[in-house]
């Protein structure tokens, strides 16, 4: 199981100085690991050398989902995955994004969250941003989680590229937003370990819309391109 | 003077395959280019052997600006940069977006326009996102010229890196969003004539707000990183 003491990495960030944090020790949950965006984000991480845990409705599914991925990845029902977790990615669908969190306020307390849910609503002309009332996905998740510390994520990444076993490297920066520094330098160093991956930080969660809604662009782009399109920050 | 029949970007897209349009010959005006952003492209533009009109409220703030940048760049105001130009890029502040081109509707139906604007809020914690009635700088421009080819492009440039001339390439992508296929190749084409710079279509207008509102994200990673951060669209 995880010590959350000893790998605290708020403990770790305040003595450490800007050289990347360790965090190849801590327990990565992934709610909504079946689905393709977690499912891919797992098998990265699990990859990379991570210990994952996929979240799931139900703990036989997860643990399917798991068996399939290998790489030492377990499954477990949503709160189970929450518990065992010290970084829990929220890849859950938008649509039962803010049931999922009320529900595992508890067993998300004191864990970093990772949000990387993009609101996003699709009709003829492909897909548009939808506003969540409380501003973003990831601020919605704050609002719900009080006790977590709320980060934003893992928004541009191609699911087809992450899933796919021949790729050897994920060639995008990852945009990560908080308003705890501890936290977001955590994700940023999770980010790292993914090779061709790059973590950076973007900013304040009050800043979250514009990056998870940011999908629907990159959306047109890969319609236009025919590519599996992400983001590189320049002069960084 | 410009030649709007012999030149016009719609029938040249209509008989050009995917190759680059060719706009080296059309006429870009700059509405408020005499602001850090519009100079900057103003400069770049010229640069790069484009024929550019400055435009401001009054042409003596305009001619002085054009003639600091030298390169052939003329200073007209506003109605007649917008009268001149074949492609008219709208780089004023915000405050003054709407006001300055609810007055140019005339002189800007069949052109091409290029919104650059982008809606923030400043406070002691930085840069936020506005959120326009409209949805969008671009959408408020689309809604006050119905008889304008309304298109949104340029947000993310720096500009420090565009105004210093000891800078040889501006290493960005530029993301085009419109909802008239013929502007945005068009656009994409002018982007394409800067040094570093590549036009890339990413949607329609109404997936503009995002892309406007990411410069309040540009804003922190340059905070942090000490940086002047452009974005590259990886996988295009």
Known sequence: MTQPESVNPAATAATAPPAPLDVSALVVGVLGGTGDQGRGLAYRLARAGQQVVIG????????????????????????????ESDIVIVAVP?????????ALREEL?????VDCVNPLGFDKQGAYALKPEEGSAAQQAAALLPDSRVTAAFHHLSAVLLQDTAVEEIDTDVMVLGDDRAATDAVQALAGRIPGMRGIFAGRLRNAHQVESLVAN???VNRRYKAHAGLRVTDV
């Open 56 to 83: 799931s409705r139900t703990a036989e599914r997860a643990e399917a989902a798991a068996e399939q991925l290998g790489l030492g990845v377990r499954g477990a029902d949503n709160a189970a995955c929450a518990r």
């Open 218 to 220: 990159l959306i047109s």
């Open 94 to 102: 938008w649509e039962g994004h803010a049931d999922t969190l009320a």
């Open 109 to 113: 307390a004191g864990k970093i969250v």
